[in-house]
């Protein structure tokens, strides 16, 4: 119980009395009990908007699927369009880099992980810059794969 000492300031000789305010305990109290409610509230882990637009994500990713089922050509665009997905949302999660490679690097630090869809990304080089390059299917599929667990493991899928 807090007690509070009035003084009466006047001419007349000085006199003290204690008020005691019982009330004023629970205002403390709950005062102390908001703040701490407060700081829970900031404090907790909680869903944050990352940036990311899932919906286009999953549209673009149901795409690339539809492409992969395609024959050998449509599997080689598909490879194409995953690692462009990929390179795009950790872009936007803003791992820092200028090329994906450097943003995979940068993301193995946070998704340990992420390191499975090197070999994905190198498929991906292949295609895209040696024309001589000829791509299995079953490549492909791991590719496609390899992905779409990257996705995942961002949470972007």
């Known amino acids: ?3 509070f000492q009035v003084v009466a300031l006047s001419n007349a000789p000085q006199t003290t009395t204690t008020t005691s305010f ?10 102390i009990v908001f703040l701490l409610v407060l700081a829970f509230l900031k ?6 908007d990352d940036g990311l637009d899932r919906k286009k994500i999953r549209a673009t990713w149901n795409e690339i699927q539809k492409t992969s089922s ?3 050509m449509g599997m080689k665009l598909a490879v194409i369009e995953a690692d462009k997905l990929v390179d ?9 880099g200028d090329t ?5 690097k940068m993301a193995e630090f946070k ?8 070999p994905a990304h190198k498929t991906r080089n292949m295609l895209v ?3 001589t390059y000829e791509l299995r299917m079953s490549h492909g599929k791991e590719a496609i794969n390899a992905f779409e667990k990257a996705l995942k493991l961002l949470k972007a899928l």
């Open 43 to 48: 404090l907790r882990p909680r869903d944050y």
């Open 111 to 118: 998704y340990p992980d992420i390191r499975r869809v090197w």
């Open 88 to 96: 795009n949302v950790m872009r936007q999660l803003l791992i820092p």
């Open 70 to 72: 395609m024959g050998l």
């Open 22 to 31: 019982p009330w004023m305990g629970a205002i403390v109290a709950l005062v």
């Open 100 to 104: 994906m490679g450097e943003r995979l």
């Open 129 to 131: 810059h040696d024309s």
């Open 1 to 3: 119980m807090l007690i």
